[in-house]
């Protein structure tokens, strides 16, 4: 299936890279369609709406700058997307970039919940009041993983990959789960 997109011009996507929101994403309910796109810089990737080529987000896999992290969502939303085990899980967190990319934040408290076995991902709130929307990357890397920021590309603003190369999936296997 061929996309237009806000960092690659229009490309060929698989399948697989496609996500269906059902109820949109907050401030974004309108659009619902949306594929997942590796950028150059791991450990980013691009959440593109299929609908509207100038809306796309940076996603980071929150569990890599808060290990502890879990979504602690409503099981009923899990359900409304068709979860039914810990493996059909994988969770992302938009980023937001400032100026400064130094200091990037994370939403972690509506974190994006997809089904991986069908595609279907919802925006939730989270139930913990310990996540914020406002989670400093590079802060909370640098307290619970210092070892990570040493050579990590999480110090530069994601972009996309480098021209000509085809953008891929998440690997599903390195994304973070429910507990």
Same mark, same amino acid.
Do not use: C, K, Y
């Given at each position: 299936m061929k996309v237009r997109t806000k960092a690659y011009g229009e490309i060929e996507v698989?399948?697989? !890279? &496609? *996500?269906?929101?059902? %109820? +949109? &994403?907050f401030g974004f309910e309108g659009l619902r369609d949306f594929v997942i796109l590796d950028a150059t810089q791991q450990p980013f990737y691009w959440l593109q709406s299929t609908e509207r080529v100038e809306v796309a987000f940076v996603l980071i896999d929150p569990v890599f700058f808060r290990p502890d992290y879990t979504?602690?969502?409503?099981?009923?939303?899990?359900?409304?997307?068709?979860?039914? #085990?810990?493996?059909? *899980?994988?969770?992302?967190? $938009?980023?937001? $970039? @400032? @100026?400064?990319? !130094?200091?990037?934040?994370?939403? /972690? !408290? +509506?974190? /994006? *919940?997809?089904? %991986? %076995?069908?595609h279907v991902? %919802? !925006? #939730?709130? #989270? &139930?913990n009041p310990r996540?914020? *929307?406002r989670h400093v990357i590079l802060d909370e890397l640098a307290q619970n993983n210092p070892s990570a920021i040493t050579g990590s590309s999480a110090t530069s603003s994601p972009s996309p990959a480098a021209p000509g190369s085809s953008p891929a999936a998440p690997d599903p296997s390195s994304a973070a789960r429910t507990s």
């Open positions: 698989e399948d697989r !890279q &496609l *996500v269906r929101f059902h %109820r +949109g &994403l979504p602690d969502v409503d099981p009923a939303e899990l359900t409304e997307i068709g979860i039914e #085990s810990p493996d059909d *899980v994988l969770v992302f967190s $938009i980023v937001t $970039i @400032p @100026p400064s990319a !130094q200091r990037m934040t994370a939403n /972690l !408290q +509506g974190p /994006l *919940v997809l089904n %991986r %076995r069908t991902g %919802r !925006q #939730s709130i #989270s &139930l996540w914020g *929307v």
